[in-house]
């Protein structure tokens, strides 16, 4: 039984697939991807944290874990926020964090000790999502933490792999990543067209996307402007995508191809028309894995195709003689020579790869050493498989509980993943917002004329074009977008913003264009709301507005600074009665 189990391991968590059908490039290419994406987070996050998360922030990730650990003794409460800020959590220790990761992330694009870059990115990544409170907790988060958990087992180790032909992807690891893939869009899927917003079901639900997501571009403003029966096409495209066609990835090598350039096309349209930070990236990123190494070889410049052919053990004339279209077809399976030592027993020192080994090499090793290197092989592969088996239920039980969520299965797996974000469900824009709310924030020394304090990326200014951010992520502003569809009872960090603007905290100022006060900071401070449309052709051509727009009203108290320094509310929201 026990060499049943041994052989059922190796194979599902042991080294894969290599040649034609194997993976070796697709993993090459999305690592350097990953990486680049790490970067931009990090990258994102240098200029904010201190204005999110330092001690003058706007939720410290000092403060929430001192309030952690008032409810959470012991060592749990390092599991309920397992984050490095516990040792410091002071505006160097923030921006280190920030450093650090992009370091890490360009060292991974690099090729540099891949492995050890992955686990040095997700802990530093793990470390701000833990602390930050309402500025993470985004689906695309839980996307990143959970590729990069899985692609620590995927990548080659060593500190120069190359592209790592000696060791291939494990079957686990490449299907864990072709199922991460899957539910994003499955689960979204589902969550529209079975999620309870009509609009999906009569197919509207894209007449007013373009001008409603958190941060829109100038291709939507034209987009928006479209005829209705585009519109219409668009979501119906959308929902047949992500329920259908996605699940080409279980068929045969031509439909996974298919399906790779169909949901590309979806995902490029999405990343020209909004601004969703990494979140489109990371998914087109993924779909590399619907694809083998015979069809990526054919987008290789002509000169290094020779090598990479050797490396990777592929015949070269069976790929000149291919036609038109024949990269379609499946590719052909090498069959090893018998002279030849078999690549799993190589990276696997068992009794197969013993015997491989040259006489005096099997000679000058200590029968003991043998034992030692096989106990800690094996032990390291059943690790490998229990963590890759502990995600893979995870994963399965989101996914079948989005399917039938009445299915009597163990949830306790997955709610021990939870702090760590590793395995996560996925329902993107199941309910549809079908108004464009804008909270903006406006000081005065007098309280009669009001000056707004300018924003670096979401709508402001009528005549300002919205433009393409990302993958870069402005959190604050996109919380701000969340925070106008709820009240601010239920984002205190919107007063929160309206007292350090009082103190011209230079912290909060840095998430906004400038400072309106500089020279001394205002006497009051309020937050209003606007609802904001696209305007139409014509008046763009007239008035070169981009937007229109109109009051409702204040959002959140207004706030005076008194002389003596205290802080007072100066007027209530409509219908709110003060506390007595």
């Known amino acids: ?80 926020a397992p984050t490095l800020l516990w040792l410091m959590s002071n505006n160097g220790a923030l921006l280190a964090l920030c450093w650090l990761g992009m370091i890490a992330a360009l060292l991974l694009v690099l090729n540099l000790w891949p492995r050890a870059m992955l686990a040095i990115c997700l802990l530093l990544f793990l470390s701000f999502v833990a602390a930050a409170e309402d500025f993470s907790g985004y689906q695309s988060d839980g996307m990143l933490l959970g590729a990069g958990f899985i692609c620590f087992f995927l990548a080659p180790g060593g ?15 490449l299907f864990l990543m072709q ?50 029966w585009f519109h219409k ?58 694809l083998d190494d015979v069809f990526l070889l054919g987008f290789v410049p002509h000169r290094w195709q020779q090598p990479i052919y050797e490396r990777l053990n592929i015949d070269l004339g069976e790929m000149s003689r291919r036609k038109s279209f ?43 050493i043998w034992s030692w290197r096989e106990i800690m092989s094996d032990a390291v592969l059943w690790t490998k498989a229990f963590f890759l088996a502990w995600v893979l239920y995870a994963t399965l039980f989101l996914l079948l509980q989005q399917i039938s969520p009445g299915l ?29 709310y804008e909270i903006e924030f406006q000081g005065s020394d007098d309280g009669v004329s009001w000056m707004p304090y300018p924003f670096r990326y979401k709508p402001q200014a009528l005549n300002e074009a919205p433009g393409i951010y990302a993958p870069y992520q402005p959190r604050f502003e996109w919380n701000l977008w969340f925070a106008s569809l709820g009240g601010w009872r239920e984002n205190p960090f919107v007063v929160r913003t309206e007292q350090q603007l009082l103190l011209n905290n230079q912290d909060v100022l ?14 009051h401070v309020r937050a209003v709301i606007w609802q904001y449309w696209f305007t139409d052709r014509a008046t763009k051509k007239s008035t070169g507005e981009w937007w229109r727009r109109e009051s409702r009203g204040l959002y959140a108290p207004a706030l005076q600074r008194m002389p003596d320094g205290k802080i007072i509310v100066s007027e209530w929201t409509q219908g709110l009665v003060p506390p007595p």
């Open 326 to 368: 024949s990269w379609l077809r499946r590719p052909p399976v090498e069959t090893p020579d018998a002279a030849e030592p078999d690549e799993l027993s190589l990276l696997n020192p068992s009794s197969a790869s013993r015997e491989v080994l040259t006489t005096a090499e099997t000679r000058a090793t200590p029968a003991s």
């Open 408 to 436: 009597p299965l163990p949830s306790k797996p997955m709610a021990a993943l939870e702090p760590f974000r590793i395995a996560n469900s996925y329902g993107l824009f199941g309910r549809m917002t079908w108004s464009r």
């Open 1 to 80: 039984m026990g060499s049943y189990a041994q052989r059922a391991v190796r194979w599902w968590a042991g080294a894969g697939i290599s040649g034609p059908s194997g993976h070796v490039l697709s993993r090459w290419l999305f690592l350097r991807a990953l990486g680049a994406i790490y970067f931009s987070a990090f990258y994102s996050l240098l200029f904010q944290m201190r204005g999110l998360l330092g001690p003058n922030g706007l939720l410290p990730a000092g403060s929430y874990l001192q309030e952690v650990a008032k409810v959470m003794s012991g060592p749990s409460r390092f599991w309920y």
């Open 510 to 523: 840095s998430l906004f264009r400038f400072n309106p006060f500089a020279g001394s900071p205002p006497t």
């Open 233 to 290: 096409a668009t979501a119906v495209t959308t929902v047949f995508s992500e329920l259908v066609v996605v699940g080409m990835v279980f068929l045969p090598r031509i439909f996974r191809i298919v399906c790779f350039f169909l949901l590309t096309l979806l995902q490029i349209g999405i990343i020209l028309t909004a601004n969703y930070a990494f979140l489109n990236y990371l998914v087109l990123a993924l779909a590399i894995f619907l």
């Open 179 to 228: 199922l991460l893939w899957f539910s994003i869009y499955f689960e979204s899927g589902m969550a529209k067209f079975f999620g309870g917003d009509p609009s999906w079901r009569d197919f509207s639900a894209m007449n007013e996307y373009y001008q409603n997501g958190p941060l829109p571009t100038w291709i939507g403003w034209y987009a928006h402007q479209l005829p209705s």
């Open 159 to 173: 500190l120069r792999p190359g592209l790592g032909e000696k060791e291939p992807p494990s079957r686990a690891t």
